[in-house]
């Protein structure tokens, strides 16, 4: 099933921030639209955090910039109410040539848990432990794949990948827990489920590429085959399929920025039902809890804008930031149990920038 991409009114996002923003009353939920609500958290910065990693609650972790923080390393502020933390051992250990790199970090129980690795072997890998007023604890990872793959967070515990096809299952003591191998792939990427039951690797064996789906487990429970003519942008699974962002029909040698962009979506229990909604251009993706977040990147029209889907229309509907036009740069998308954050620099309608976070929380 082929659909165009569906656009709408101000519609109820719109009304909900408004209502936000002016104390007016938003107009009911239309038929069909997302329910989640976006709310500006924290706007108008003092200080330029550096780059944003994770959240919980009103909570906003960053991991500093160089160029950008002052004499001490300090750049801890509060804004509204709302906390965007890190703190001078940030600067001093994670980032500077010596030190290491977060590479993804999660954060639950005000305590946030990072995986560190510096790609160019100054250090080994590790697991950190950091809250707010204390000092960071590193966690040795006693890891035996080689370190050209990635990380992530699933269900708490920490999954390593490797380009070889090997995975690794870490729990918060640093204890390694179980393995899995599967040498006939080449992982490429990685997308873990909200909720950490499943993750998808994006994997190639030769000139296939394929979905190679685990349990939390480690068990190989499912492969969803990749069309030779398509070239993948981003993906993520939820609790009922894969969805993923590509170009389509793509001719061999033909450049694959002139072809159709699609979002598509496969069902675990059907995933020859395949559905396809046409693209202004390629985009990147985020999911939770069943809401999908689409921001297309390679589009001089939906360029600097965002879009909620709704998965029982299957169709795309753009997200209101009220004041603010659009995305200037810096844009950067981090999920949570209950919605998502966007932090980003954004362009008014006199395109003056501001530095803000847009919260859209699940209703």
Same mark, same amino acid.
Request: proline fraction near 5%; aromatic fraction near 12%.
């Given at each position: !099933? ?49 780059? +944003? ?24 502020? &509060? &804004? ?7 703190? &001078? ?35 080994? @890998?590790?697991?950190?432990? /950091? &809250? @707010? ?5 590193? /966690? ?26 090997? /995975? ?6 640093? $204890? ?10 080449? +992982? !490429? ?21 394929? #979905? ?13 085959? #990749?069309?030779?003519?398509?070239? =993948?942008?981003?993906?993520? =699974? ?29 069902? +675990? ?14 985009? /990147? ?21 965002? +879009? ?12 209101? $930031? ?14 949570? @149990? ?26």
């Amino acid at each position: !099933m082929r659909i165009s991409l569906y656009r709408t009114g101000a519609g109820f996002l719109a009304g909900v921030l408004l209502a936000v923003l002016t104390g007016c009353r938003a107009e009911p939920a239309m038929s069909g639209e997302a329910e989640v609500t976006p709310v500006l958290i924290m706007e108008n910065l003092d200080h330029d955090p550096g780059h +944003f990693i994770a959240a919980e609650g009103e909570t906003l972790y960053f991991v500093p910039d160089r160029q950008t923080v002052d004499e001490e390393g300090n750049v801890t502020f &509060s &804004s509204d109410g709302v906390v965007a933390w890190n703190g &001078s051992e940030w600067q001093e250990l994670y980032h500077s040539p010596e030190g290491q790199w977060i590479q993804t970090a999660t954060a639950a129980g005000g305590t946030l848990w990072a995986y560190a690795y510096d790609y160019a072997g100054w250090s080994d @890998p590790v697991l950190l432990r /950091l &809250s @707010p007023g204390q000092e960071p604890v590193e /966690l040795p990872l006693d890891s035996t794949i080689p370190m050209d793959g990635g990380a992530a967070f699933s269900g708490g515990e920490l999954v390593l990948w490797s380009r070889s096809g090997e /995975l690794e299952w870490f729990d918060q003591s640093g $204890t390694l827990r179980r393995t899995a191998a599967d040498p006939e792939y080449q +992982f !490429m990427d990685l997308a873990v489920e909200t909720g950490g039951e499943r993750l998808a690797l994006f994997a190639e064996n030769g000139e296939q590429a394929a #979905f190679r789906v685990y349990d939390r487990e480690g068990t190989l429970v499912q492969t969803i085959g #990749f069309p030779a003519d398509r070239r =993948i942008y981003s993906y993520r =699974i939820t609790e009922t399929g894969l969805w993923y962002i590509a170009a389509i029909d793509v001719v061999e040698d033909e450049d694959s920025l002139t072809a159709q962009k699609r979002l598509v979506y496969v069902p +675990f229990d059907r995933p020859e039902e395949e559905q396809l909604l046409k693209l202004t251009g390629d985009g /990147l993706l985020y999911a939770n809890n069943g809401n999908l977040l689409v921001r297309p990147v390679g589009s001089y029209q939906d360029g600097d804008r965002y +879009f909620l889907l709704e998965p029982e229309n299957f169709t795309l509907n753009p997200v209101d $930031t009220g004041s603010y036009t659009g995305v200037h740069r810096r844009a950067q998308v981090v999920t949570v @149990p209950d919605g998502f954050y966007i932090f980003a620099d954004w362009l008014d309608e006199c395109y003056d920038v501001h530095r803000a976070a847009l919260r859209l929380q699940n209703e």
